[in-house]
């Protein structure tokens, strides 16, 4: 990542407001988060004037960030494909981010989404990390 986007990530612990694992073996896991984006948060920023909206890149941050916790160590994302973004997060927003990944010996990858409370969808997709 670029020094822009590693700062994001660094402040993205401050956005989540509980993280669950709902299982872990050895070979798959499922967990989910919820965060909300107050008007402040740095994403924003320039994503657009007047009319703020969290950006792409940050949306699938939320989800490496999710995996590095479940796992319990820091990942590289190898692959995001299948992407559908269907819906805008705006400042003040919350999302729960879920993911559900599988180890084929050499990395993690599943899917993941990104839902509001209300259930409807938000972003998801297919994600793979290597560890």
Known sequence: ????????????????????????EDVRLEASADFRFPADFAGFQGHFPGNPILPAIVQLMTVRFLADWSLGQSTQPSLHHKIKFKGA?????SVTVNIVLNNDGVKWGGTFSLK?????AVSGGIAEFIV
């Open 1 to 24: 990542m670029d020094m822009y986007n590693d700062s994001l990530y660094e402040v993205l612990p401050g956005c989540c407001l509980e993280l669950r694992l709902t299982s872990k």
């Open 89 to 93: 997060i705006r400042p003040g927003d």
């Open 116 to 120: 509001r409370p209300d259930g409807e």
